[in-house]
């Protein structure tokens, strides 16, 4: 049991911004976790991936990629009272770098007003990495990359409205 405020349930270590615990949680303490659930999935990559999936984002390679420094492109529409949300990412980014940008855009995505107040409601992400965030998207995505499987000393890249 913890004895103050800032020890951890989970015995974990804790994040150096915002002292929540960093959890990397193991399948045999997942109990009644269902079997085919994001978690169960072999790699970090596939991990995220299924998070998407679980969230209803459609993530997939860009056919043409005109720019060299954006690694995906983020839409939302929101036809019909429905969300439709999509990730593009550019074909030639490393498995690692494809990891935390998709954590990145779903946490941009979290915040769904960062995108739809753009004029065409999409964002650019770019290909260089940031400094550490201490809070918000990118913050966000590297407690999610960390859950996942994979620890990033920076998941905040640079966004753009298109």
């Not at 915002?18 to 072999?42: F, H, W």
């Not at 209803?56 to 492109?73: H, K, M, W, Y």
Request: aromatic share 4%; hydrophobic share 40%.
């Amino acid at each position: 049991m913890p004895t103050n405020d800032t020890e951890s349930p989970h015995n974990a270590e804790l994040c150096p911004d915002c002292e929540l615990p960093l959890v990397r949680p193991s399948m045999t303490n997942l109990i009644g976790y269902p079997k085919d659930s994001p978690l169960t999935k072999a790699t970090p990559l596939q991990r995220v991936l299924a998070l998407a999936e679980t969230a209803n984002v459609d993530v997939f390679d860009l056919a043409d990629v005109t720019s060299t420094n954006v690694s995906a492109l983020v839409t939302i529409d929101q036809g019909n009272d429905d969300l439709a949300t999509t990730i593009s990412l550019s074909p030639d980014l490393t498995e690692n770098l494809k990891t935390d940008v998709i954590a990145f855009a779903l946490a941009v995505v979290g915040t769904p007003h960062a995108i739809t107040n753009t004029p065409n409601a999409a964002v650019a992400i770019s290909r260089t990495r940031l400094a550490p965030a201490k809070d918000g998207p990118g913050h966000l995505a590297r407690h999610m990359l960390y859950t996942c499987g994979r620890t990033t000393p920076s998941a905040t890249f640079a966004i753009t409205a298109l």
